[in-house]
């Protein structure tokens, strides 16, 4: 059954909060582990997610043997895997795509069907499959599926047409066994991309990448048993700096690297915000209304599409009309009817939203359409006069660890029930 978030607002939060590991970077890493052959791939710091559990089934569906505790996971993969991938898995999340590249690398063949993931628009695989074309690959659609077929890939040069995250990363794999030098152009430059590069160097993979956007891969023959360090999550721990400011409280996150962060706290000191930054460390500390700001997501290191929700929710409350524009997907605004529901003023116009800040926001019920949709409507609830329910918290936890304690612990008054109400549309779902 479905879970809900009861959550009784409007306290300011205080405490400290320890960062999870990025899950956006244990996914990529879990994935290259395919490309081992009777070898073991150690990764520390794997936060204990949904997405990560579907992972490892995905990986165990393949052949590989994965044990998971206390956030250390040892893949170990066989001579032989399987080249096919269950349907029901990949369609849970759309990061399974990242097993094509290693797959076709490691088997010369790979099928896969379309995958799924968050509803944030349409969210094509057109440059994965177009780079594992040039570099060889025979790929065809059927059934919904992606049939490769390459035998050995050949290294050449790929421009991607969009810093890619996901076929940045596919290709990067893709390329480890490649004949001869694969150079990718235009590359994405997300903390997460470098995790996976040192990960692959330690395994034995020969890539130079020096953060311009362009990674030069020689193919190698094969790779070794080695360990892998996940990098903290620059998403979840600027979730809980949002809470503090949408709360007007104290929150410290620890054990992030605050640079990850720059085009954040940035914004939050424009908007007033009262910061401390150390190695490690970021507080956010009370210093009133907010002022309004405008902002553009962008790839790294520009403002993060997957914090744009969270940063609304705080932006709702803020003095002035504030303008939140997003460029990276279409139709990642379906929390906003959702804010709104809670007092919030905020219209969309084509690819941005204008918020008009108000001074503060009623408990409603609010449905989570997808993972940082659902996380920005828990940063309002945490702000707002009275109880806001939260329904279809499974997106939630695809991406946050322990999020009920780690919000009770900085003083949230929350509680996680089964849903009784079968949430299927927004209309269904009881006003308050
Ligand atoms: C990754 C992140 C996701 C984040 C996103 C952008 C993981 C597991 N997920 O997703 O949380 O929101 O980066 O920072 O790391 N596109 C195409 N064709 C393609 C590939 C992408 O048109 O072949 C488009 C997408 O539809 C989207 C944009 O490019 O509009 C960005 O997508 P991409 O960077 O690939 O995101 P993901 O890797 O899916």
Redesign the pocket.
């Known amino acids: 059954m479905e879970s809900k978030m009861k959550i009784i607002g409007g306290t300011p939060l205080k405490g400290r909060v320890l960062a999870q590991g990025a899950?956006?970077a244990a996914?990529?890493v879990m994935a290259a582990a395919i490309l081992l052959k009777g070898e073991k791939l150690t990764i520390n710091r794997v936060p204990n997610l949904l997405d990560v559990v579907t992972m490892a089934d995905l990986l165990r569906s393949l052949g590989a043997s994965v044990q998971f505790k206390d956030q250390k996971m040892e893949i170990s993969t066989p001579l032989d895997i399987s080249w096919e991938t269950p349907p029901d898995l990949v369609r849970k999340m759309?990061?399974s795509s990242l097993v094509l590249g290693p797959l076709l690398a490691r088997c010369g063949k790979a099928v896969m069907p379309l995958p799924g993931g968050c509803s944030i628009?349409?969210?094509?695989?057109?440059?994965?499959l177009k780079g594992l074309t040039r570099m060889g690959a025979s790929i065809e659609l059927v059934h919904g599926a992606v049939h490769a077929q390459a035998g050995v890939l050949k290294g050449c040069r790929i421009y991607l047409d969009?810093?890619?995250?996901?076929?940045t990363e596919n290709l990067m794999m893709a390329a480890v066994f490649a004949r001869g030098e694969t150079i990718l152009e235009n590359t994405?430059r997300?903390p997460?991309i470098f995790n996976l590069v040192d990960a692959l160097r330690s395994m034995g993979a020969i890539i130079e990448a020096d953060g311009t956007g362009v990674i030069r891969i020689q193919g190698v023959e094969g790779l070794k048993s080695s360990s892998a360090n996940i990098i903290p999550d620059r998403v979840e721990a600027s979730t809980y700096i949002l809470a503090g400011a949408a709360t007007n409280g104290e929150v410290t996150v620890a054990n992030i690297i605050p640079n990850h962060i720059d085009s954040l706290l940035a914004k939050l000191e424009e908007a007033g915000a009262l910061l401390s930054v150390s190695d490690t460390e970021v507080t956010i500390y009370p210093s009133g209304r907010l002022k309004s700001v405008s902002l553009k997501t962008l790839?790294y290191p520009g403002f993060?599409?997957?914090l744009q929700p969270q940063v609304m929710a705080a932006l709702c409350l803020a003095e002035g009309t504030s303008v939140v524009q997003e460029s990276?997907?279409?139709s990642r605004f379906l929390h906003v009817s959702e804010l709104n529901k809670m007092g919030a003023r905020i219209d969309i116009q084509s690819n941005s939203a204008i918020i008009n800040g108000v001074e503060s926001l009623a408990g409603a019920d609010v449905l989570a359409t997808d993972l940082r949709a659902g996380a920005a409507l828990i940063i309002a609830g945490l702000a707002a006069r009275d109880t806001t329910c939260v329904h279809n918290l499974g997106h939630i936890f695809r991406g946050y660890e322990k999020l009920e304690d780690k919000l009770r612990a900085i003083g949230a008054n929350i509680s996680i029930l089964p849903s009784e109400e079968d949430v299927k549309g927004v209309s269904e779902l009881p006003r308050s």
């Open positions: 899950k956006n996914l990529p759309r990061a628009g349409s969210r094509p695989i057109d440059l994965h969009f810093p890619s995250v996901g076929a994405a997300e997460e790839p993060p599409t997957d990276v997907f279409q």
